[in-house]
């Protein structure tokens, strides 16, 4: 190793945004989601303690007993707003966090459950409990983005650890966080893949959804599910026409969109021109 | 049969037997090089490590129809019948991630390793099989990009030198191929070390270098006969018949950027997806970008380089804006850049005819139609003259020498630092290294602190012992860099780019006009004017801002002004009653001037809207394109034109510019999205 | 109109106010006899720094020429106070919306350094401009292609092209 050298540097300052050198408090709460955005945090085993030494964590109640109701430096928050107890809390914690990060499909773009909101609520409530008057929820399921506003959002289904952890570093280091809007397709091609699409005539969308994965799915061989959502520039259109011309019909279309984002409107654009 | 040790006869020719192919690989590896060659792999032709001719794609083709690739069993013998695959040989040469510099700090004592810079002595030396005629001409288009410019890439010349070509001249013409129309195949003509053509029973084999004769001796060969010869060469001439000329190239480039307005690429931009697919299987892209990487308490940080497009959101991306959002000027950059002026940069055609972009787009565009709708040839032109024709043999690639870059990175002192608005700071930094403080006034630097980013920022002054930077807090890297205080280091490369040239105002009425943070640029200029006062005429400044409290150098423009050296005439867009000074927009500070303008030389920097609005009223005064200058801000990541974010049309604005005249600038200058 | 005292000069007529209007880029293309019409009707006044010529939404009874000086014109914002939006620089017209429905000041104009003006009265102006279809021909144009250049002026303010923003919430 060849050292150049320069004189020492002096240490990364703290981001300037934040006033005192204390440890920046931290906050992981849940809405309507399935959990595993924020059990993507605790399976980043080699870098909890880091993190934990790093961070103050004064609110995750998966991981620990202690309570908050803020302020926080950084709030993370996973889940969909479904109900109308989450639509007043959101706004309250927004109140609380100095950054707000949305974090996973259903934060983002309402979630699986987004699929209600293309149906007949009350017939789905009406032919699946045999009280409906009992559920209380909201019609539709939406991102916090529709609610507050959103000061950083990290997508998937669920979310990268890697992204996780680049976005808590720059925010320790000051420096932008390195989330690329661009197609799952430059990673691909980067890591070496063989496009599904072109080479094996499967489905996949990643054309037209965002990296952030490490393009998992196409290296095993797998279309991608869209489970990052839909890229910024999403030309949806021209890709389910693609699909069509290549005989898929217009239901199997709709299918593909219909998944973890189908809340994001590039995405819900083709299940309702499909249906 | 005789052994024939044809070393030193390049340009012999002869015939190996089929099932000596494994004996070449062999020979190939000797030394400890790495044979990289096609098989099939994940259902398609893909390249990869060969160790015997098992691995070969032994009877199977690939049809290639745009948006898909399908293998096909065709159950013979013969090696080499399919076209390419999505890879191409810069995977190697030009690797997607390439590690740029490593700081590390763990035990108190930083240290910084510029890897690009100083690549790896041992990269290990590899052979490339089956080499095809358009492979080598992109190969060949790299070099000339990447090798033979002002800044060469040293990580490339590493990887490119000591490799075996061996090359494989196509005897079947892929359904997406064009390379009869590029001008660079389907033959084989040069650019290689060996040269095979498959023939029933075997190869012909032509020798290019004599390391290519090294590999041969050694294998029982005999020299070809005619038969066999003439064999080879049918073959390549059926496959320039089969393959017909889909696209006529005759005058190509002009038509091209003269379609900056054509309709057509909004329609194209309803089908492109832009993905980047066909920029990253494309063999002559070379834009990448530079990512930061550091651990959570920063202990080590690291840079990487990988492969970027101009197809993504962030590739036209500044502080303030973005030059190219819409699809539709995403893909007219790319295909006028490949196609056009490409040309007036490098010599040559940036595109080799291979393919790739056609069969490997998701949605099956086809080059070759877009550019018959967007710029179609004349009636007359059938037959066109080859793009690439110009380009000359392999040239030799310079040494890798272990020294400093062009402009290494240098340690600079903060001297002093001055708030000069909410969020811009001006510091003042020492060092001795005398390029920086002779620098040109308008050239730049790019500042960086370990695991930051590097902006480019403009030189704002000239000291004996340093220059000064006035840089605004954009966004974390600038604020950190803002925040720098007396003592604290900040590492600098430069200085970049061509600067304003001065020797033109000699003798004649100088006209500054610019706004908000745009008179840092200017201000050495200034400097450099006041200097030498007695040879120039009319020195006017017009400076806007937004408000009062957003101008630079108020101190010293007071100063300036009461001194009465030059004039100046200050503007902001609206004051409190505090104000009274001029309040309206920089442009209607000279529109109404009675003056005869010819023999002025302008100097402009500012948001582009505003240096359009000034060069149109410039232009009423009667000021001609050669004497107008002005300074433009495009997304760099290098500052070398290297990693081609800031094109625009034929220029690299770090490295031709970022001073144009707008003579040279032409059309390139206020077209929207280019 | 009872605030402002405008320092009249000696009043004869023509031939003074004749030159600066040649001087001037606003009325330096009329036809010799044109602006020798408009001359007669003006007559040169001076103003102090601070001076006020018009209020924002009064009836505007003045059209002006600056000669030398500056006039700065203000609007009203309540949360934020007087807002200078543009000032006038000598060569150009204030008060226009004499000669233009509904007769009525768009903005307060307030002399930001002394100031020396050719002034025209509103009434007698209009209705020389109605029954004289030489001048009106003469100064129409030129009084709209002033307020053309101050529209084109006003969208690039309103680009607002200098703006920084944080472009960042880290």
């Known amino acids: 190793m060849s050292v150049t050298g320069i004189a020492p540097h002096p240490r990364p300052q703290p981001n300037p945004r934040w006033a005192t050198p204390r440890r920046p408090r931290v906050g992981v709460v849940k809405f309507s989601s399935c959990d595993g955005c924020q059990l993507t945090l605790l399976d980043m085993e080699d870098e909890l303690l880091a993190i934990a030494e790093r961070f103050d964590i004064v609110e995750f109640a998966e991981a620990t007993s202690n309570r908050s109701h803020g302020p926080f430096d950084v709030l993370f928050v996973e889940g969909s707003v479904s109900t109308d107890e989450q639509a007043e809390e959101i706004v309250q914690l927004r109140r609380q966090a100095t950054t707000l990060v949305a974090i996973g499909a259903c934060a983002t773009s309402g979630g699986i459950q987004a699929l209600r909101n293309l149906g007949d609520d009350d017939a789905f409530r009406n032919s699946v409990y045999p009280r409906p008057e009992w559920i209380a929820a909201l019609p539709t399921s939406k991102p916090v983005s529709d609610y507050v506003a959103v000061d950083a959002e990290l997508y998937g289904c669920p979310i990268s650890g890697r992204q996780l952890l680049e976005l808590l570093t720059s925010l320790t280091v000051g420096r932008r966080p390195q989330l690329p809007d661009e197609a799952v397709c430059a990673e691909c091609k980067r890591l070496g893949n063989t496009c599904v699409l072109v080479a094996g005539g499967e489905s996949c969308l990643g054309p037209v959804t965002r990296t952030g994965c490490g393009a998992l799915c196409p290296s095993f061989d797998r279309g991608c599910y869209g489970c990052f959502g839909p890229r910024e520039a999403a030309n949806t259109v021209s890709l389910a026409n693609w699909f069509g011309e290549q005989g898929k019909g217009g239901s199997e279309v709709a299918r593909e969109f219909a998944k973890f984002n189908v809340g994001a409107p590039a995405f819900r654009k083709i299940v309702e021109r499909e249906r | ?674 | 109109m009872e605030e402002m005292s405008l320092t009249e000069t000696a009043s004869s007529q023509t031939p003074p106010l004749d030159d600066n209007l040649a001087a001037a880029w606003l009325t330096y293309s009329l036809s010799t006899a044109t602006r020798g019409k408009l001359a007669r009707m003006g007559r040169l006044a001076t103003l102090v720094t601070g001076e006020v010529l018009m209020r924002e939404g009064d009836p505007s009874d003045h059209l002006a020429i600056v000669l030398e000086g500056r006039i700065g014109l203000r609007v009203r914002v309540p949360e934020r106070g007087p807002i200078t939006i543009l000032t006038v620089e000598p060569g150009d017209v204030v008060g226009w919306s004499a000669v233009v429905p509904p007769y009525r000041a768009t903005s307060t104009a307030v002399a930001l350094a002394p100031t020396e003006l050719a002034l025209f009265d509103g009434p007698p102006l209009r209705e020389a401009l109605a029954s004289d279809a030489e001048l009106a021909a003469g100064l129409y144009p030129v009084i709209l292609s002033a307020v053309s250049r101050r529209l084109e002026g006003t969208r690039l303010q309103l680009l607002d092209l200098f703006s920084q923003r944080w472009v960042e919430p880290w």
């Open chain 2, 1 to 674: 049969m005789v052994a024939a040790n044809p070393a030193g006869d390049a340009g012999e020719t002869y015939f190996l037997r089929r099932e000596l192919v494994n004996e070449l690989i062999q020979a190939l590896a000797t030394d400890d090089r790495e044979v990289i060659g096609p098989r099939v792999e994940d259902g398609t032709i893909r390249l990869g490590p060969v160790s015997s001719a098992v691995d070969l794609p032994r009877g199977v083709g690939l049809d290639n129809a745009p948006g898909k690739a399908r293998l096909v069993e065709r159950g013979d013998d013969r090696l080499f019948d399919q076209p390419v695959g999505p890879d191409s040989w810069k995977r190697w040469t030009f690797p997607p991630r390439v590690t740029q510099a490593v700081w590390t700090d763990g035990d108190g004592t930083p240290a910084i390793e510029r890897r690009l810079e100083n690549p790896p002595r041992q990269i290990t030396k590899k052979a490339f099989l089956g080499v095809r005629a358009c492979e080598i001409a992109a190969l060949r288009v790299h070099d000339r990009v990447l090798a033979q410019g002002p800044t060469p890439d040293r990580d490339y010349a590493a990887r490119r030198r000591d490799n075996l070509i061996v090359a494989v001249e196509c005897a079947v013409a892929g359904g997406t191929c064009f390379c009869a129309s590029m001008g660079t195949g389907p033959e084989v003509r040069d650019g290689f070390d060996l040269a095979l053509s498959e023939i029933d029973d075997g190869f012909v084999v032509r020798v290019g270098t004599p390391a290519g004769a090294a590999v041969l001796a050694g294998l029982p060969v005999n020299p070809a006969t005619d038969a066999q010869f003439e064999h080879a060469q049918a073959s390549a001439a059926r496959v320039r018949e089969q393959m017909g000329v889909t696209l006529p190239t005759d005058g190509l480039p002009e038509r091209l950027i003269a379609a900056a307005d054509s309709p057509r690429w909004a329609e194209i931009a309803e089908r492109c997806i832009a993905c980047t697919n066909c920029t990253l299987v494309c063999p002559t892209c070379f834009c990448t970008s530079v990512g930061q990487r550091s651990d959570l308490d920063g202990q080590a940080a690291s840079s990487e380089r990988t492969w970027d497009s101009c197809f993504t959101l962030d590739f036209a991306r500044v502080a303030g804006g973005n030059f190219r959002t819409r699809v539709s000027d995403r893909y007219r950059q790319w295909l006028t850049h490949k196609f056009g002026t490409w040309t007036t940069q490098f010599g040559s055609s940036g595109c080799v005819g291979c393919g790739r972009c056609i069969t490997w787009c998701p949605v099956g565009i086809d080059v070759r139609d877009e550019l018959m709708a967007v710029a179609p040839p004349p009636e007359a032109a059938v037959v066109a003259r080859p793009m690439i024709e110009a380009l000359p043999v392999v040239a030799p690639l310079p040494p890798v020498r272990h020294e400093q870059h062009g402009t290494p990175p240098v340690k600079t002192t903060v001297v002093d630092t001055h708030r000069e608005t909410h969020d811009t700071v001006t510091l003042r930094l020492r060092t001795d290294y005398q390029p920086l403080i002779n620098g040109k006034p308008g050239q730049f630097v790019m500042p960086s602190l370990p695991a930051g980013a590097s902006p480019a920022i403009s030189i704002s002054r000239f000291h004996n012992d340093g220059f000064s930077l006035t840089v605004r807090a954009a966004g974390a890297s600038t604020a950190r860099i803002c925040a720098l205080e007396r003592g604290e280091t900040l590492t600098v490369r430069g200085p970049m780019g061509r600067g304003w040239p001065v020797e033109q105002a000699l003798g004649r009425d100088v006209m500054v006009i610019t706004g908000g943070i745009g008179l840092a640029p200017l201000r050495p200029l200034l400097d450099w004017l006041i200097a030498n006062r007695d040879h120039i005429a009319r020195i006017q400044l017009s400076y806007g801002a937004r408000t009062p409290g957003d101008r630079l150098y108020t101190a010293e423009l007071d100063t300036l002004l009461l001194s009465g050296v030059i004039d100046i005439a200050q503007t902001v867009d609206r004051a409190g009653p505090e104000w009274l000074g001029r309040v309206g927009v920089v442009t209607q500070v000279i529109d109404r001037i009675m003056c005869s303008c010819d023999k002025t030389t302008a100097f402009i920097c500012g948001p582009e809207r505003m240096m359009q609005a000034t060069v149109d009223v410039l232009h009423e005064r009667g000021v001609p394109d050669e004497r107008i200058w002005v300074t433009l801000e495009r997304h760099m990541d290098c500052g070398v034109g290297l990693c081609g974010h800031c094109q625009l049309g034929r220029f690299f604005v770090c490295k031709d510019g970022p001073v144009f005249s707008l003579a040279e600038l032409g059309p390139a200058f206020g077209i929207e999205g280019l």
